[in-house]
C-alpha cells in the first residue's frame, strides 16, 4: 500500500468515533425525502466546526449543502445522502421485525452510512491535505432525497456540479465491488382522477368514477407492456382508491407510477404513452386527470478509469477485519432471510464458488471479499445517475450487510448501527479518500477519465428530465 493509503486510512481511523456517532444518530432521525433537516444539519455543523466552507440549501433544497475545502483545481466530489424510507422503523440488531415506532420511518438503505462514510473520506483527505500542502479543492456534497424524489436531478439543473471534474460515491450493501454498468432512467409521475360522486345504487347514472378510471389506466399499461422495450420497467401504487364505502361512486382517485428504462430518452417517450393511457381512462370514464411529475433520474454514465482506481484501493481495505462475532452477528441475520432471497443468495454462492458454494456461505455470513462487479446484475435506479452525466462519476460498495440481506428491508434498518456496518463505512471511506487524492494530485487521470466519459456520452448532453417548473417538494 502506497504511503498517502497509508495516512489517509490512519487519519479515518483517529476520528471513527466520531462517524460512528453521527451515522448512528442519523440512523435514529430517519427523515425521509426533503425532511432531512436533523441528520443535514449535524452533518453539515460537524464539517463547519472543522474549518470546511459550507453552503447550505444549495440547489433550493433545504435539506441539500455542499462542504468545501482547498482551492483551485483540480476539483473532486464526494457524494454522499441521509434520506430514511417510509414504513421501515425496526429496532437495531434484533433479527426479528420489530418496530420502534409502527408505521414510521427507518434507513432501509443505509443512507445514514452512505452520508457519514462519505464525510469521513472527505474530512480524512482534508487532514491529508493541510499536513501535505496539497493544492486542489474537495467538496463533500449532502445529497437529500435519492429515495423517491431524485433530489440530485434539481442539484444538477440548478448547477451545483458546474466546475467540478471527478465525482466519486459508493452505496452500502451485501458485497464489496465497483458498479461496471448502468442503472434504469425513471420517472415518477402522480395521476390523480376527478369524476363526480353520486350514490352508486340510487343515482348511478349521475356518477362519473375516478376508481373507474384508475383501474382503466392501470389495465391499460399492463396492455402497453407487451409492445415496450424489454428492458423497461412499470409499477404502480394506488394511492387514494377513492374511499373505503362501495355504495359512493368514488369522485378522486389517485396512482403512483414508476416508469423505467435504460436511457433516459426512452424514459422521456415511453411517460407520454403511460400519459396517454391516463388520458384514455379519462376520457372513457368522463373524469378529468392531473398528471403530476414528481421525480426523474437519469441512467448512470459509468467510468471504468474511475472504477479501477476505485477497485486498486477496495482491494487493500477488504477484507474487512471481521471478528468472531462479528461473524455471529451477520450470520443471525442470514438467517431469517426468506426462501426467494436464500435462494438467490446460494445461486449468487453457486456462481462464485461451484461445489464448495456451501462452504463459502458458512465461512461468510458476510461476503468479505472484492467481487467483480460484472457479475451483478442492476435494475435499480439512483439520482447518481444525473451527476454522471454532468462530471465523471463512479460508485461502488462495501459488505456493510449479511449475504442475502434483501434490499430496503427492516433487515438493513436492522443491521445499521451493527459492527459490520461501522466497519464496512470506514472501509468505503478508505477507498474514497484515496480515490479522490489520486484524482486530485495525477492530471492524467481525470483526462483519462474525462476521455472515456466523453466517449460514453457520445456527442449527447444531460436531458434535463425535469419539468422546467418543477421544484424540489415533500410529497
Ligand atoms: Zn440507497
Redesign the pocket.
Do not use: I, L, Q, R
Given at each position: 500500500m502506497e504511503q498517502f493509503a497509508k495516512d489517509l486510512a490512519a487519519f479515518i481511523e483517529e476520528r471513527k468515533e466520531k462517524t460512528w456517532e453521527i451515522s448512528d444518530d442519523v440512523w435514529g432521525y430517519a427523515e425521509s425525502r426533503f425532511t432531512e433537516f436533523k441528520s443535514s444539519k449535524e452533518e453539515a455543523d460537524y464539517m463547519e466546526s472543522l474549518g470546511f466552507k459550507v453552503t447550505r440549501g444549495i440547489g433550493g433544497e433545504e435539506t441539500a449543502f455542499m462542504a468545501e475545502f482547498g482551492s483551485g483545481k483540480p476539483v473532486i466530489g464526494i457524494l454522499g445522502?441521509y434520506d430514511s424510507l417510509s414504513g421501515l422503523s425496526q429496532e437495531a440488531d434484533v433479527p426479528e421485525h420489530k418496530p420502534i415506532v409502527p408505521g414510521g420511518d427507518g434507513h432501509g438503505?443505509g443512507?445514514n452510512l452512505l452520508g457519514m462514510a462519505s464525510v469521513a473520506a472527505t474530512v480524512g483527505l482534508k487532514d491529508y491535505m493541510e499536513k501535505n500542502g496539497t493544492p486542489g479543492t474537495i467538496r463533500y456534497y449532502g445529497c437529500p432525497a435519492?429515495?423517491n424524489a431524485g433530489g440530485k436531478a434539481f442539484l444538477v439543473r440548478e448547477g451545483c456540479f458546474d466546475g467540478v471534474d471527478i465525482c466519486v460515491t459508493w452505496?452500502p450493501g451485501t458485497t464489496n465491488s465497483v458498479s461496471r454498468g448502468s442503472s434504469l432512467a425513471n420517472f415518477r409521475i402522480f395521476y390523480t382522477f376527478h369524476g363526480l360522486s353520486s350514490h352508486a345504487a340510487g343515482a348511478p347514472h349521475l356518477g362519473r368514477s375516478a376508481l373507474d378510471a384508475v383501474e382503466l389506466m392501470d389495465v391499460s399499461v399492463n396492455y402497453l407492456r407487451e409492445h415496450m422495450i424489454d428492458e423497461a420497467r412499470i409499477h404502480y401504487a394506488i394511492m387514494n382508491s377513492g374511499g373505503t364505502a362501495p355504495n359512493v361512486v368514488q369522485s378522486e382517485a389517485q396512482v403512483l407510477y414508476a416508469i423505467r428504462a435504460p436511457k433516459v430518452t426512452d424514459v422521456i417517450e415511453l411517460a407520454e404513452r403511460v400519459n396517454n393511457c391516463a388520458r384514455g381512462a379519462a376520457l372513457m370514464t368522463g373524469t378529468t386527470v392531473d398528471i403530476r411529475h414528481v421525480a426523474a433520474y437519469s441512467n448512470v454514465i459509468p467510468n471504468d478509469v474511475i472504477g479501477d482506481v476505485i477497485e486498486k484501493h477496495l482491494n487493500e481495505f477488504v477484507p474487512l477485519d471481521l471478528t468472531e462475532e462479528d461473524m455471529a452477528y451477520a450470520k443471525k441475520f442470514t438467517e431469517v432471510i426468506t426462501p426467494l432471497d436464500k435462494a438467490a443468495l446460494e445461486n449468487q454462492a453457486k456462481a462464485l464458488a461451484g461445489k464448495n458454494w456451501k462452504a463459502m456461505l458458512d465461512k461468510y455470513p458476510v461476503l468479505n471479499f472484492v467481487l467483480d462487479g460484472r457479475m451483478l446484475k442492476g435494475g435499480g435506479s439512483t439520482d447518481v445517475g444525473d451527476v454522471s452525466w454532468v462530471v465523471p462519476t463512479n460508485q461502488f460498495g462495501t459488505s456493510t450487510l449479511a449475504a442475502g440481506t434483501p434490499g430496503h428491508s427492516w433487515q438493513v434498518v436492522a443491521q445499521g448501527k451493527g459492527p459490520v456496518a461501522h466497519k464496512a463505512m470506514l472501509a468505503a471511506a478508505k477507498v474514497m479518500a484515496c480515490t479522490a487524492y489520486e484524482f486530485l494530485t495525477t492530471p492524467k487521470l481525470v483526462e483519462e477519465a474525462t476521455a472515456e466519459w466523453k466517449e460514453r456520452l457520445g456527442g449527447e448532453s444531460y436531458p434535463n428530465p425535469l419539468p422546467k417548473d418543477m421544484k424540489p417538494e415533500i410529497w
Open positions: 445522502e438503505c443512507h435519492e429515495e452505496h
